[in-house]
């Protein structure tokens, strides 16, 4: 997790998708983390991590259930999400800690 830690770190929002190849809102909601991944780059950076292979991950941050979203800024959570939410929603979350 060294290179996670460094990750989140950065002093730009970091949006991690905690998801699992099996969940179909997962499933559901990817096309639109893309496209908000590609309209943030420079302003936030988003990271997907699948819970079945980094279950450290996902055990080090209590996650329950998928999706779940954290955004971490300078190292710190500062908004958590389980479950789907629009593209609006995460843009606004996003814009409040950039």
């Known amino acids: 997790m060294g290179n996670f830690s460094e990750l989140i770190s950065s002093p730009m929002p970091v949006i991690v998708d905690f998801y699992a190849d099996w969940c179909g809102p997962c499933q559901a909601m990817s096309p639109m983390i893309s496209e908000l991944a590609a309209q943030m780059q420079g302003k936030a950076r988003i990271v997907k991590v699948n819970i079945d ?35 609006t929603t995460l843009q606004q979350q996003i814009a409040a800690f950039s």
């Open 53 to 87: 292979k980094n279950k450290d991950a996902a055990r080090f941050y209590n996650i329950e259930s998928v999706p779940t979203f954290i955004i971490f800024k300078a190292g710190r959570i500062v908004w958590r999400h389980s479950g789907t939410l629009d593209k």
